[in-house]
């Protein structure tokens, strides 16, 4: 198919020609509209994948947008045993009149490069995954959803593909881009969530792979997320691995702390960037926005007993976490060996202020004062 028809461009990058392999089956537009009527979270995927191969000799290579379909994984595939494997998430929206944008793209493609260079792979050219991200949504712009809480998420992945069991790099590598309609990433919709602080395990140590987007984080994970489940909480909140005391983030977000009730006088915390957790492009965006909101914004480091005593002395009003996934979610409760506490089961009002923010601009009704949406087609 001529790359002309649906606005597609032929190269990703410079020396990185894109061929276009459509669908030749197509979800019907009956089978596409049920699923966008209650879409859930990443179970829904639309109709083309973007891949791209790389090895040795020839570099990044063989770029093409193709039906969605399985790959096929020789049992030595290095990936089923070592885990060399980095992921994004980021998401489309259909604005208010109609076209598409993406939410900092650009800084998804940086911190993609940044987690493959941690995990000696060869970094993926940043205008290459912007392109990438667009070509995919524009041959699959119907699979966008509409409405203030929908959205088309994408996920960027890149894994080792070469056959072979001796552990060094892999020297080929898959790039690949998939497209899933997107509500809520919690079924409740935007309930406080309850969180469990894991005492048991850590997430990431200084040294280790902690502010990487990489597989291998969210295996370690699930253990203690199952751990969280158990116990009946939504999500895992992890603490530092030296002191076991400094709270650090939650499974798939970043947290905030609201300090103060007086409207004039808030103060948003967030833990600081230690290189054991996430630099979240939400975190970052909230960082950056919460001014023009008249709320203070700091990075420090909190304990678990400061979010605790905040919380009895009424000095931390609200609790949020946040992520492309996750938005803005209210945590209203935390359990902890240490004791349990309760915050609030309602979205506070700093919350919520700073969630409209946030969704206005990626839906294009609230002015794009830091530049952060990529418009695409
Ligand atoms: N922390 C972890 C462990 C995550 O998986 C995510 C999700 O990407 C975040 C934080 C939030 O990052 P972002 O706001 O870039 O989505
Ligand atoms: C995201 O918000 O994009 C995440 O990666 C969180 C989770 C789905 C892993």
């Given at each position: 198919m001529s790359g002309t028809v649906v606005n597609l461009p032929t190269q990703l990058a410079d020396g990185l020609p894109l061929t276009v392999d459509v669908s030749a089956h197509p979800r019907s537009d009956d089978e596409r509209a049920a699923i966008l009527a209650s879409p859930g979270f990443g179970s829904?995927?639309?109709?083309?994948?973007?891949?791209?191969?790389?090895?040795?000799?020839?570099?990044?290579?063989?770029?093409?947008?193709?039906?969605?379909?399985?790959?096929?994984?020789?049992?030595?595939?290095?990936?089923?045993?070592?885990?060399?494997?980095?992921f994004e998430g980021l998401k489309a929206y259909r604005q208010d009149d109609g076209t598409l944008a993406s939410f900092r793209p650009e800084a998804n493609a940086a911190r993609f490069a940044k987690s493959a260079r941690r995990l000696a792979m060869p970094?993926?050219?940043?205008?290459?995954?912007?392109?990438?991200?667009?070509?995919?949504?524009?041959?699959?712009?119907?699979?966008?959803?509409?409405?203030?809480?929908m959205s088309y998420y994408l996920r960027p992945f890149m894994f080792a593909s070469e056959s072979f069991l001796g552990v060094r790099p892999s020297n080929e590598y898959y790039f690949c881009v998939i497209g899933s309609p997107a509500a809520g990433y919690f079924s409740d919709g935007v309930q406080a969530v309850s969180v469990y602080a894991s005492e048991d395990y850590?997430?990431?140590?200084?040294g280790g792979t902690g502010e990487a987007?990489?597989?291998?984080?969210?295996?370690?994970?699930?253990?203690?997320q199952q751990q969280a489940a158990d116990e009946g909480c939504d999500q895992v909140v992890w603490?530092?691995?030296?002191?076991?005391?400094?709270?650090?983030?939650?499974?798939?977000?970043?947290?905030?702390?609201?300090?103060?009730?007086d409207p004039d006088n808030v103060e948003i915390v967030t833990p600081d960037l230690t290189g054991t957790l996430l630099p979240g492009i939400t975190r970052e965006s909230l960082l950056a926005a919460a001014g023009e909101l008249g709320i203070r914004?700091?990075?420090?480091?909190?304990?678990?007993?400061e979010w605790?005593?905040?919380?009895?002395?009424?000095?931390?009003?609200?609790?949020?976490?946040?992520?492309?996934?996750?938005?803005?979610?209210?945590v209203g409760s935390v359990k902890a060996r240490t004791g349990n506490f309760d915050i609030s089961t309602e979205m506070g009002p700093v919350t919520a202020k700073l969630r409209q923010l946030l969704l206005g601009v990626q839906h294009g009704t609230t002015p794009d004062t830091h530049n952060w949406i990529h418009k695409i087609g």
């Open positions: 829904h995927f639309s109709d083309h994948m973007v891949l791209v191969k790389w090895d040795v000799q020839n570099g990044w290579h063989d770029a093409k947008i193709q039906a969605y379909q399985p790959f096929s994984l020789d049992p030595a595939n290095a990936i089923l045993h070592y885990a060399q494997s980095i970094p993926f050219p940043e205008d290459a995954f912007v392109a990438a991200c667009d070509a995919l949504v524009t041959i699959d712009s119907a699979w966008v959803p509409e409405g203030g809480e850590v997430r990431a140590a200084p987007k990489c597989g291998g984080n969210y295996a370690a994970s699930l253990l203690a603490l530092d691995a030296i002191e076991r005391k400094y709270v650090e983030e939650m499974g798939g977000m970043n947290l905030f702390f609201v300090y103060g009730k914004a700091t990075e420090r480091k909190i304990s678990l007993a605790r005593d905040g919380v009895a002395s009424g000095d931390i009003s609200e609790s949020f976490a946040c992520g492309t996934a996750a938005v803005i979610t209210p």
